[in-house]
């Protein structure tokens, strides 16, 4: 018996053979605790999302073996009972049904296991939890972008999943509405004590997680607990684009600067400057 929320002991995915093969995880040996709000960083192509469809038995490893909350997810007697009961995914589009408002959306995945006063009930608290009371009967498309991804957490909160899977949940949005999302699960994680595993390109995914992977052709090449603010700041620096730059003596660093970068800079220099 393991105390493990999240155990993956070799995890190998190989697409295709031989010469050709693409190793998408490359023996992945993770451990999450209960509770953990863990953010997976990497390159696009590292294996981020393949690594969260394992975890959440949306597909099969080539070798190795995934233990999700105490069962072994290759020996899982009821696949679509354990999507339902003890994942919730949120994806970078919403996924929402366009036809349903976002209290009817919520309460789709408790369909035929929640008696329809109880589904209501809960969708309504899931609303007000995601800040969306107000917009109850609203449909996806008379919702903003950031309104439809917070449906969607509280979609995927639904049937009280022991893990929320979030693949890329900021991606589509402007960088405010991202912040909200990322801050939202935070408060998820602590209010619902839901384990979080979110992938993400944003580096300030960092200060709202507790912890960050980073992977690297299909393995994880870096794993640490965030800490001191700044010292997080100062390894995504060093880990960017512009860290690069900065390290290559030919280049022009300041040119190449995207916008979170230059939101980190600007954070570093104002704490640095006291
Ligand atoms: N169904 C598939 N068939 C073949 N190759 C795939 C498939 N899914 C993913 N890959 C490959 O596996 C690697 C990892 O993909 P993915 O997990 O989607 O990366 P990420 O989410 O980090 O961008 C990539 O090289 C990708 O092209
Ligand atoms: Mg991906």
């Known amino acids: 018996m393991t105390d ?42 590292c ?10 038995a949306l597909d099969q490893p080539t070798a190795g073996e995934v ?33 349903l408002t976002a209290l009817e959306n919520i309460e789709v995945p408790m369909q035929g296991r929640v008696g329809g006063r109880e589904r209501q009930r809960r969708a309504r608290h899931l609303l007000d939890l995601v800040g969306l009371g107000e917009r109850a009967g609203h449909l996806p498309n ?11 957490i509280a979609r995927a909160l639904a049937n009280s999943p022991k893990l929320v899977l979030a693949d ?6 402007d960088s405010q509405s991202g912040a909200e999302i990322l801050a939202l699960l935070g408060e998820l994680n602590r209010s619902e004590g ?3 595993a979110v992938v993400t390109h944003d580096p300030r995914v960092a200060q709202a997680t507790q912890r960050v992977l980073r992977m690297q052709d299909g393995r994880i090449v870096e794993d640490h607990r965030v800490d001191d603010p700044l010292a997080e700041d100062l390894r995504m620096l060093a880990f960017s ?14 040119e190449d600067m995207t916008p979170e970068e230059e939101a980190i800079l600007r954070r570093m220099i104002l704490r640095l400057r006291g």
Do not use: C
């Open 4 to 45: 493990l929320l999240i155990e993956s002991i070799h995890l190998t995915k190989t697409y295709g053979v031989g010469e050709t093969a693409i190793h998408a995880l490359d023996d992945v040996n993770l451990q999450v605790q209960p509770g953990e709000f863990v953010a997976i960083m990497g390159p696009s192509g």
């Open 47 to 56: 294996g981020k999302s393949t690594l969260l469809n394992m975890l959440g």
């Open 67 to 99: 233990w999700v909350a105490g069962e072994n997810l290759a020996r899982l007697k009821n696949v679509d009972n354990f999507r339902a009961n003890t994942v919730g995914f949120v994806f970078q589009l919403h996924n929402l049904l366009p036809t």
């Open 142 to 152: 008379q919702l903003s972008g950031g309104q439809r991804q917070r449906v969607a």
């Open 168 to 173: 890329e949940p900021t991606g589509a949005l």
């Open 194 to 196: 839901a384990t979080i």
């Open 241 to 254: 684009k512009l860290g690069d730059t900065i390290l290559d003596p030919d280049d022009a660093p300041l």
